[in-house]
């Protein structure tokens, strides 16, 4: 981990449980330790609070110890989002350390070498989560479906396999770290932290 702030925030937790996989990152300086479920068939609220003590005991890491805590915020799975986002804000309040939200898109693009990309999140019904990153710039996220985002010609980015032209799939697992150094390295890394769903619930979409 590079630079002042990276030096000076080297202790932390982020989970990301925003998709069908759960990871739980702990890190102590040096010392860093994952637990990856590539699908846990959606019982993170049963599985979460395991992973992330194994973790933690790993990287012989207590919340107190920790400079922030880090949640994956969405869009994704709208249950799973609210299980990361409750756990790291249990663990800012009762340590009174910032939260550091970091949505599925930036998850993605934190990973990816190129000037002009999407980074998408598969919404089911043959509709993807989509956000535009140009030259470092995120647009907004829109809701789509895969035929006219393919139409745009981009490359594609995501964790799912989504067997898209031009589509590259990455380990959310493995993105993580990456992802949570690159944000603490720019201009606000913590703040408020809320779920980002791009579009309602089924339930609230079947309301009248």
């Known amino acids: 981990m590079d630079g002042e702030k990276t030096a000076k925030f080297n202790k932390?937790?982020?989970?990301?449980t925003a998709s069908s996989h759960l990871t739980a990152l702990a890190v102590n300086g040096e010392k860093v330790v994952r637990r990856y479920i590539e699908n846990c068939a959606l019982k993170?609220?049963?599985l979460l609070m395991d992973e992330v003590g194994a973790a933690m005991d790993g990287a012989f890491?207590?919340?107190?110890?920790?400079?922030?805590?880090?949640?994956?915020?969405?869009p994704g799975s709208f249950t799973g989002i609210r299980i990361g986002i409750s756990a790291a804000k249990g663990f800012a309040l009762a340590t009174g350390k910032p939260l550091m939200p970091l949505t599925s898109f930036e998850l993605?693009?934190?990973?990816v070498n190129s000037d002009d990309f999407y980074a998408v999140v598969d919404a089911?019904?043959?509709?993807l989560y989509a956000c535009r990153f140009s030259l470092g710039r995120a647009g907004e996220p829109v809701y789509i479906s895969k035929e006219e985002l393919i139409?745009?010609?981009?490359?594609?980015?995501?964790?799912?396999?989504?067997?898209?032209?031009?589509?590259?799939?990455?380990?959310?697992?493995?993105?993580?770290?990456?992802?949570?150094?690159?944000?603490?390295?720019?201009?606000?890394?913590?703040?408020?932290?809320?779920?980002?769903?791009?579009?309602?619930?089924?339930?609230?979409?079947?309301?009248?």
């Open 108 to 111: 993605v693009a934190y990973n």
């Open 12 to 16: 932390f937790l982020a989970v990301d």
């Open 44 to 46: 993170h609220s049963v």
């Open 61 to 74: 890491l207590s919340p107190s110890d920790c400079d922030f805590f880090c949640a994956v915020t969405g």
């Open 124 to 127: 089911a019904h043959g509709h």
């Open 151 to 208: 139409k745009t010609g981009l490359p594609l980015y995501g964790f799912q396999p989504l067997g898209l032209p031009s589509y590259t799939q990455l380990c959310a697992g493995g993105c993580l770290m990456g992802a949570v150094v690159k944000k603490l390295e720019g201009d606000a890394p913590f703040g408020e932290m809320h779920a980002l769903y791009a579009r309602k619930s089924q339930a609230e979409e079947g309301r009248k």
